[in-house]
């Protein structure tokens, strides 16, 4: 009898060990989220929509064409499209999505969770195929105008001789700012 208690107690302890557990997916519908996100920038004082001077602020969209989706990453200098492989639903209302880049085959891991649902805030995560990640956040396009919008100073990307200068030459604001050669 005791050497049937030993086997069943150590298949007991080893068949409850929580890393072993897989996480099962299910197929997910992107159209079940928005669209179109904004990227927040958490401060001291909460999160801000931030509008740098020379780079704009993240965007993510998502969009449907004949029951196909991507996902672009703009909002600054370049956007990038990405083919959405798979979307798929995992733990915690985890939504996983994977794209390929379409000038090439590299794969990319879109993570995405609601921090605050009813506010519309919702965590993502990049991974990208040269093995750097990045953990943004993001809220849906129509509630940015709930938060604080911030515009970086011009004198922060071009100098304020550039900025006070572009002022003399027609009034362009300090954010549209652009170097002119010396009269």
Do not use: R
């Amino acid at each position: 009898m005791k050497y049937l208690v030993l086997p069943f107690l150590i298949a007991l302890c080893y068949g409850c060990n929580d890393a072993e557990k897989k996480t099962v997916l299910q197929p997910f519908n992107l159209s079940a989220i928005p669209a179109e996100w904004v990227e927040l920038t958490n401060t001291d004082s909460g999160y801000i929509v931030y509008e740098s001077c020379d780079a704009g602020n993240g965007l993510i969209t998502i969009q449907s064409k004949g029951g196909k989706y991507s996902l672009t990453l703009g909002g600054a200098q370049d956007d990038y499209v990405y083919t959405v492989v798979s979307a798929n639903k995992g733990d915690k209302d985890t939504i996983l999505i994977e794209g390929g880049e379409q000038e090439t085959t590299d794969k990319q891991l879109f993570k995405m969770h609601w921090l605050d649902k009813e506010k519309g805030i919702a965590a993502w995560k990049m991974h990208y195929a040269n093995g750097t990640s990045a953990d943004l956040v993001f809220v849906v396009k129509q509630k940015a105008i709930t938060f604080p919008h911030c515009e970086q100073p011009c004198a922060e990307c071009w100098g304020e001789e550039n900025c006070n200068e572009n002022e003399k030459h027609g009034g362009i604001s300090k954010s549209d700012a652009v170097a002119y050669p010396e009269e």
